[in-house]
């Protein structure tokens, strides 16, 4: 397998219904087509608020970071989580660079800020982060947040959060068939630590309605334990048994975990996740908000007024001067006057030249803009963590003075860290593997009189099974609230921030019992049990001792979720869609470089045998792909593509025995690798001009 490859063998370096298990898988272009045959594989993504990458395992033990991108140049491993929608009449979209490029041009549909959105009520979204978005949210079924989408009518539709990251994730579903010359058949996907089972479910749903099967669901700070714990343990050492602690800083959350790497056999390392915590209100965008607020209120209320094309403006500088203020003292921003077009949203003047601005700032005023209260939440985190294992006090002070003496142990994790965790814990059998991960956030119940009891405690090792008793005097009804990410009272005492983790307390579900049956006529005695199953997957039974009435309710989120109806629905309209884009793209295709498929057909060779035709084509493109020594324009993704599928037809060819003869099956397989590395050889050129040319464009519409 090619491509950006790292060797991670070991001595070298609810909502649950019957439906849900249910794959259907949208068509997919002819690419692919010819990967039914072939055996599945299980990939890793990292699906981030900002940017998803994806990985997989191969054969040999080695990890290949799948290319996402194809028209990035500087990097196509990474693909930036942006979907616009309707940029075709056919409801055709686009994922990643192209879309970040409408999303500067102030493009209404194009969707980003993806993790937010998903399983969440409008209410529950931060009015800041609405008000900087271009495109429109509207309230559902049950308050649940959806996004406007561009319809033929005046009235737009709406479409669900999770249909729009089914768009992103097929994509790199498809991307990733296209790399690794197999069907994917799942993925294990990582999430913050803060997701609540509600926002899981979401992006379940958004991966079954994308044709992919999850596997499992692990949390970032654990992929990336997973990832590092070849090099957190020294195979020259005697010392077989770390404990690591992980902070994922990322776009828009926190994310620490606790784990405990050992080699308990020559088999592989295990990774033990002891105590996990996350807060999805801190993370880089939080920062370049504080600065981009700063800058804003600093300009002009001409600037401010003129539309949202100086906000866009300014937020681009200043996720610049971010940048710089990393290795420099001081930034500065200078916006030079504009034109605005006739067509810029927002109010005030839409004609006419706006004045630029200019400004600056110093590192020390760009760490003072966080305030105390923002630096607390990642001390408050990281002692959370510590709380839930280390209640010996004189152990939680040595490992505190550690972290002030020795900062030599603080080691900076490399990129793709997270996507290379989840794909070792798809590969299962692999050389690092994950022993257990504690569930994140607690479970409880609240009664309607207000009574609050933790049954679950954030940081449990799966599978539990917990039971509390709970009194309640006779009624008409009684009536359980089934809460996740609450607090005890003990522990929001002992809590120096006790109002951030009240934000993570969420209601999954709610319980009814009829008291009017109780056999004694006072007093009810309920047993509350709460199981989760090693796949996260909760069963809450409430147990009436006083008439042996037992009630059981399987949970996987609240009332927001989507229906099994609802999936099969829009499965249907993405496959419609796909198949109006794969239509549409075949015409363009045809029309743009008939030339070079006629090129195609002039030059292949009809006489002689197909194999050696093939190796022939290998043999001349291998040397000219390694060196990027091609005379035709390829970007950095389709120069990888390309490079994996003469790689699979060499492996293919050194398997043939030149002294047998041909068989009527390998005679039609050299056909289809020949056509295939032809094809895809003359037509990345048509499209890597036309992506080239809708940049350009782009970037003079902006």
């Known amino acids: 397998m090619s491509g950006v490859t790292v060797d991670y063998r070991r001595g070298t370096s609810p909502h649950v219904t019957a439906a849900s298990d249910a794959e259907v898988t949208p068509p997919s272009d002819s690419a692919t087509d010819d990967l039914s045959g072939t055996g599945g594989c299980v990939i890793g993504i990292d699906f981030g608020c900002t940017k998803c990458e994806a990985a997989v395992v191969a054969e040999d033990g080695s990890i290949a970071l799948i290319p996402l991108e194809l028209q990035e140049s500087g990097g196509c491993i990474s693909l930036p989580s942006f979907v616009s929608m309707g940029v075709t009449p056919d409801g055709g979209w686009e994922v990643g660079q192209p879309a970040v490029s409408r999303a500067k041009a102030g493009h209404p549909y194009t969707i980003h800020d993806l993790t937010m959105l998903l399983g ?71 999430v913050p630590a803060g997701y609540n089972r509600t926002q899981r479910q979401a992006l379940r749903d958004a991966c079954q309605i994308a044709g992919l099967r999850v596997n499992r669901l692990v949390i970032s700070s654990t992929a990336s334990a997973i990832a590092k714990a070849d090099s957190v343990i020294d195979v020259t050492s005697t010392i077989f048994d770390k404990t690591v602690l992980v902070v994922d800083y990322g776009g828009r959350s926190l994310n620490i975990a606790l784990a405990r790497v050992r080699v308990p056999s020559r088999a592989g390392i295990e990774v033990d996740v002891a105590a996990t915590a996350g807060n999805l209100e801190y993370g880089g965008e939080i920062l370049s908000n504080r600065l981009f607020e700063h800058f804003h209120n600093e300009a002009d209320t001409t600037l401010t007024t003129a539309g949202t094309a100086f906000s866009r403006r300014l937020r681009r500088a200043c996720g610049l001067a971010q940048k710089i203020l990393s290795t420099s003292d001081q930034a500065s921003i200078d916006l030079s006057p504009w034109q605005l077009r006739s067509h810029a949203h927002g109010s005030g003047p839409v004609n006419g030249m706006t004045g630029g601005f200019q400004s600056s700032i110093s590192r020390t005023d760009f760490e003072n803009l966080w305030g105390a209260e923002i630096w607390s939440r990642l001390s408050d985190t990281v002692d959370y963590v510590l709380n839930r294992v280390m209640q010996v006090p004189k152990l939680r002070g040595v490992l505190g003075d550690c972290f002030a003496e020795h900062w030599n142990r603080i080691v900076d994790l490399p990129k793709h860290t997270a996507a290379i965790g989840a794909a070792l814990v798809a590969a299962q059998n692999g050389s690092q593997f994950l022993k257990t991960e504690p569930i994140p956030l607690s479970l409880g119940f609240r009664s309607a009189s207000g009574d609050t009891l933790v049954v679950v405690p954030p940081s449990t090792q799966l599978p539990t099974q917990q039971t509390r008793t709970y009194y309640a005097s006779c009624q008409t009804e009684i009536t359980f609230d089934i809460l996740e990410g609450l607090l005890d009272p003990e522990q929001e005492v002992n809590r120096r921030l006790a109002t951030t983790p009240n934000k993570l307390e969420h209601c999954i579900g709610r319980v009814l019992i009829d008291g009017n049956r109780a056999s004694a006529p006072l007093i009810l005695k309920l047993e509350i049990t709460f199981e989760v199953d090693t796949t996260d997957c909760l069963t809450v039974v409430i147990s009436d001792k006083s008439n042996d009435r037992v009630t059981c309710l399987q949970i996987g989120g609240d009332e927001t979720c989507l229906s099994a109806e609802v999936i099969a629905l ?28 006629m090129l195609s057909q002039n030059t292949a060779i009809t006489d002689g045998c197909p194999i050696d035709a093939l190796r022939s084509s290998v043999n001349k493109l291998k040397p000219m792909v390694q060196t990027n020594n091609l005379s035709v324009c390829i970007p950095p993704g389709d120069l990888l593509l390309l490079h994996s599928r003469i790689e699979h037809a060499s492996t293919w060819l050194e398997q043939i025995d030149a002294t047998q003869q041909c068989t009527n099956q390998q005679l039609k397989s050299a056909r289809m690798y020949l056509h295939q590395i032809r094809l895809f050889h003359l037509s990345s050129t048509a499209s890597s001009a036309s992506s080239q040319l809708r940049h350009e464009l782009n970037n003079l519409d902006s």
Request: proline letters at 3%.
């Open 120 to 190: 969440q009520k409008l209410n529950a979204l931060q009015s800041q982060d609405v008000a900087r978005w271009e495109f429109r949210i509207r309230s559902g079924v049950a308050d649940k947040a959806v996004v406007e989408y561009p319809s033929t009518s005046n009235t737009p539709d709406l479409v669900y959060p999770e249909q729009v990251a089914a768009m992103l994730l097929w994509t790199i579903k498809h991307r990733a068939e296209a790399f690794i010359g197999k069907r994917v058949t799942g993925a294990v996907i990582t």
């Open 570 to 597: 829009a499965q249907a309209q993405l496959s419609e869609m796909l198949k109006n884009t794969a239509a549409t793209d075949k015409s363009k295709t045809q029309s743009f470089s008939s030339a070079l498929v």
